[in-house]
């Protein structure tokens, strides 16, 4: 499905869900939204490969890729193959669990296995039953024997840098958890779009959707302890890396690479084309959250949003009362039915600044709870504890005849980020 036809269907999908009010508003901003960036994906260049060939691993890890396969296209299944055996990292093992019922697979496997590295093996196992993507990924996750682990479905491929990049972080930080930039491709591989260019490690963002997703990549000890739960097929991913992160000693333990390195094939069946095509995985994303939630013991309702795979935590009888690392609850500020406030850096730049009150913004951020570095006292719920701080350094610039409402925002929260709180975002409060 080519990106015109994926986006006429989109709108058709998401009319039938949300009506003619909201859909009017999504194409609106589809049409008059400036665009977030002119986008085309390049090869590397002959100096980046040499860089990366000529870059020596002082003890280089052994990366283990675990591919659930089902009824699998067999060209898509040889672009995975070819784009798995052209890493310019060797140290790998690409581990394939079959549920497909036939040998196709494994006679394409037999063709390849000439073309690999000494460093490299491919595991193939035959199921027996299909079970699921969970309970079928698991006997993959038992097989695998690398130090790290990573997520590559079986229609989608990998840029020849990906292992390089991820096994470069894992040298320097040693994290137990890494994720990458992503973008969209067609059947053919032949058109790229959608770049997905992604946060580091945000807790309340990951709470409202899979924003980490491809290329994803865990310690190994960590994933074969969690691993994917039956219930959560469909969002078995997501659930794993909402587990993995409730796991972490703080966000360091969690690295993202700025790069594009997996490209998600758009076809008819895949739900990057087709989000009804699965419909089951929202749901079963929506428990997710809720299981991280009662985990944590926090008090609060998950609200699907307008746009499938998207989520709202609801938090009773408010987020303060749940959350002792949450000091400040901070809402969007309009001027001309525009964000002119709200979310903001840590510098005092406004998020989303300009974007039209019914818009959502790239990738839907400007819709979502989130972490940010500050924000706007003109729309802010605080914590009790944060209340005479409040009085003594907001209140009397509130007074003022010309109040710097930017200035004042970035410095009240932080001082409360040194007293140990964050600020959280929401896009809903006072709006």
Request: glycine share 6%; hydrophobic share 35%.
């Amino acid at each position: 499905m080519g990106k015109g036809l994926d986006s006429i269907a989109k709108t058709k999908r998401y009319l039938r869900r949300n009506g003619l009010k909201r859909t009017v508003s999504a194409v609106m901003e589809r049409i008059s939204a400036p665009k977030y960036e002119e986008y085309a994906f390049f090869p590397l260049t002959e100096d980046e490969i040499k860089l990366i060939q000529e870059y020596i691993f002082t003890n280089p890890v052994k990366i283990s890729i675990l591919v659930p396969a089902y009824r699998t296209n067999p060209t898509f299944f040889r672009e995975l193959l070819d784009s798995v055996i052209a890493q310019y990292y060797p140290y790998w093992e690409l581990v394939i669990a079959d549920a497909s019922g036939n040998n196709d697979l494994e006679a394409i496997v037999e063709e390849y296995r000439p073309k690999l590295s000494a460093e490299s093996s491919i595991v193939y196992l035959t199921l027996a039953d299909n079970k699921g993507i969970s309970e079928n990924t698991n006997v993959a996750l038992e097989a695998a024997t690398g130090d790290y682990i990573g997520l590559l479905d079986h229609d989608d491929v990998l840029t020849p840098d990906a292992l390089f990049y991820v096994a470069r972080e894992i040298e320097k930080h040693c994290p137990v958890l890494i994720y990458s930039d992503e973008d969209k491709t067609d059947s053919e591989l032949k058109t790229f779009y959608e770049p997905h260019r992604k946060k580091k490690l945000n807790l309340d963002l990951i709470l409202t959707n899979n924003y980490i997703c491809h290329f994803c990549v865990m310690k190994a000890d960590v994933m074969k302890e969690l691993k994917f739960r039956q219930e959560y097929d469909g969002a078995q991913d997501f659930d794993i890396i909402l587990r993995c992160v409730a796991g972490l000693k703080d966000d360091k333990e969690a690295t993202h690479i700025p790069r594009i390195l997996y490209h998600w094939r758009c076809h008819n069946e895949s739900t990057a084309a087709n989000t009804d095509s699965k419909l089951y995985a929202y749901e079963s994303g929506k428990y997710a959250v809720e299981d991280f939630l009662n985990k944590k013991g926090w008090n609060a309702t998950v609200e699907h949003m307008p746009h499938l795979g998207f989520y709202r935590t609801v938090y009773e009888p408010d987020i303060f009362s749940n959350r002792k690392d949450v000091g400040i609850l901070a809402g969007p500020v309009y001027k001309s039915g525009k964000i002119a406030g709200g979310a903001m850096k840590r510098d005092g730049t406004v998020m989303y600044q300009g974007l039209p009150k019914d818009f959502s913004g790239y990738m839907h951020r400007a819709s979502l709870m989130q972490q940010v570095g500050a924000g706007d006292i003109r729309n802010m719920q605080i914590r009790p504890e944060l209340q005479e701080l409040w009085e003594k350094e907001v209140v009397p610039k509130l007074a003022e005849k010309h109040c710097d409402y930017v200035k004042v925002s970035v410095a009240f929260c932080e001082q409360a980020r040194l007293q140990g709180y964050i600020v959280v975002y929401d896009p809903q409060l006072n709006a």
